[in-house]
Structure formats: structure tokens, C-alpha cells
């Protein structure tokens, strides 16, 4: 069953851009979103790593991208099979939304998500089938959804499932459906609407210091200038999902390094602010540039030093403080 549309998106260009810096973005300007499907699969076999397979034949539609298929291969789908404990389930109508990267924040929010919000006028027919280890903030989100029954299984166990139902992938990861994300961010914001919190603040700094990485070496002089500016720093992991919604539904500037603490801008109003730190020379990581132009945010960036350029990804990097001040002045005016 067609559930959307291809489409062809066009994103806005972050407010601040350089012309040197031009090629970090524009391979994300336009692209091709494709169209999405609710499939039925018979008599297959689903992992805890989100991977459907049926006679030891991999289904692709379970990836979430197309280079998993060399690491979901036929070696892996024998080792399940063989040190696994299978469980049968009954006749019934089950669902499959996660992926493999289902237990971060970023891809749960913003891939798995959306596609119970696509579906959440039927879901009460169906037993959605998770994992057991995911985490409070899995558990908080999926409140705001109706199912008929939730079924978690082991790491430890691999299911055998008579008929299955799957929602095709909604993009690439990075790439959003842009009605799509935006309805689910009015829905979630009236469901927890009767979340209050004690951080009353419309600048918002997001802190990675209790994070293993991606922190930002420097990080006493920006929260001073930050400070000096009216911004309030807070480190999102002290804070319950339903408390995260509530800050950030009254936030109208936020800035954070790239990490998970920026899908909370999937609950910012429109036409407010957001300011990403990003290591220099990381030219594949857009997907929160992608996403503020699909929630109608403003988006500025920050390239800071990073200090392992082996691993960009994960680097922590230095600010560099002066130009941060010209560019928090440029966005406060927005």
C-alpha cells in the first residue's frame, strides 16, 4: 500500500554560509525523497539489529542503507540461526519500524518515529515488535501512540513472524519528509503539553561534558561568552524525553555541538534559531542542517579544530571565540 509520494525537496542554505564553504552543503540542496510502502512479509525471520530475512535470503527493505547488506550477510543470518533462540509467534498482525541504529536518540526520533506517526491512525491493530534494550526515552515517546500490545524480545532471541508488516524506509538517513516531520512535531508538542520544567529559557547552550566524545575542548570560554549573551547551558542527559520536549518548546535560539541533544529541535517553533559546531573538513554529517531546513529553523554553523583527523566524526574541536561572538550576534537578530 502507497503511504507517500516521492518527492523533490529544496533546502534552504544556512544563513551564515561562506563561499569556501559552499561544498560542505549543496550536495544536500535538492534531493529525491522515494516513495513509501506498507509491505506484508509471510513467514519470515526478524534480528534484534532490526534485520528480516526469509531462507536464509537477506530482505533488503529491512536496511537502512544499502552498504549494510555487507555486514547483514549470509555469515551473520547463519550465526543468528545457530546461536539464537528462536521464538515462534502466533498468528497476528505485527509491526517493524526500528532499524539498526534504533537505540540512538537522532535515529529513533527522526527515523523510526515518523513512521508510527505515518501509520498511528491503525496502530491499535498491531503488536509492535522492539527489542527489550532500549531505553526511557524509547518507552516515554511511544506513550503518545496506541498499539495493541508492544512485544520486546532479547538480543538473545531472533523471531519467527507469520505475517509481518513494514514501513519502507522514509529517506536516506539525514533526509526528511518535510510535511511529515512537521506534523509529528505538532503532535508530540500537544501530547506532552502538560509537561512543565524548571528551565524557563528562549537561549538554550547544549553541553556534551558528560559525553565519551564530540566535545568541545574550550568549552569554559564559549559557555562564558554564551553566558554573557543571555544563554542558559544545560546538558540534556539530566533531563527526562517529556522534560526535553518542554524546554525546547520554548527555546527560540539554540547552539550545541553536532550530537544527538540537536534532534530536540524537532520541537523548537518555526522561524527560531539553531547554531551547529561542527569539525572542520567534516563535509557528510548534514543531517541536522537538513533537518532545520525541514522544521523551518534558521540554521547557522560553526567549523572548529578538530583534534583527530583520523576520525573527524567523533573529533573534539576548539571553538574559535571571537568569530563566535560575531556569529551569536548575526543570529541574535533573527
Not at 224 to 230: C, E, M, P, T, Y
Amino acid at each position: 500500500m502507497l503511504l507517500l509520494d516521492s518527492e523533490n525537496i529544496t533546502r534552504n542554505h544556512p544563513v551564515n554560509l561562506r563561499p569556501e564553504h559552499q561544498r560542505y552543503f549543496e550536495k544536500e540542496y535538492n534531493k529525491t525523497l522515494p516513495s513509501v510502502y506498507l509491505k506484508m512479509h509471510k513467514n519470515v525471520l526478524l534480528t534484534s539489529e532490526g534485520i528480516i530475512f526469509k531462507n536464509l535470503t537477506l530482505i533488503k527493505e529491512s536496511l537502512l542503507m544499502p552498504e549494510h547488506g555487507t555486514t547483514f550477510n549470509l555469515r551473520y543470518i547463519i550465526s543468528v540461526v545457530l546461536r539464537r533462540k528462536k521464538v515462534v509467534l502466533q498468528d497476528g498482525n505485527y509491526l517493524f519500524v526500528f532499524n539498526v541504529w534504533y537505540q540512538g536518540y537522532f535515529h529513533w526520533l527522526t527515523e523510526c518515529l515518523p513512521k508510527l506517526y505515518l501509520i498511528k491512525d491503525f496502530l491499535h491493530q498491531y503488536t509492535l515488535l522492539l527489542p527489550d534494550n532500549i531505553s526511557s526515552f524509547h518507552r516515554s515517546s511511544l506513550k503518545a501512540f496506541q498499539f495493541k500490545e508492544i512485544l520486546y524480545f532479547s538480543t538473545n532471541e531472533y523471531l519467527a513472524i507469520p505475517n509481518l508488516d513494514i514501513i519502507t524506509q522514509l529517506a536516506e538517513t539525514g533526509s526528511y519528509n518535510i510535511q511529515l516531520i512537521k506534523h509529528m512535531r505538532s503532535y508530540f508538542n500537544d501530547y506532552f503539553s502538560f509537561t512543565e520544567t524548571s528551565i524557563l529559557a528562549e537561549k538554550i547552550y547544549i553541553s556534551r561534558r558528560k559525553a565519551s566524545r564530540r566535545k568541545i575542548i574550550n568549552e569554559e570560554h564559549v559557555e562564558k561568552l554564551l553566558s554573557d549573551a543571555g544563554f542558559y547551558s544545560i546538558i540534556m542527559e539530566d533531563f527526562s524525553f517529556e522534560e526535553q520536549i518542554a524546554i525546547m518548546r520554548q527555546c527560540k535560539y539554540l547552539i550545541s555541538m553536532h550530537g544527538a541533544g540537536l534532534t530536540n529541535m524537532l520541537f523548537m517553533p518555526t522561524n527560531t534559531c539553531v547554531l551547529e559546531f561542527r569539525p572542520e573538513g567534516d563535509e557528510s554529517n548534514l543531517c541536522y542542517f537538513s533537518l532545520a531546513s525541514a522544521l523551518n529553523i534558521f540554521y547557522f554553523y560553526q567549523f572548529g579544530l578538530p583534534n583527530n583527523l583520523k576520525n573527524i566524526h567523533n573529533a573534539d574541536i576548539l571553538i574559535d571565540v571571537p568569530l563566535l561572538q560575531q556569529t551569536v550576534e548575526q543570529m541574535l537578530k533573527y
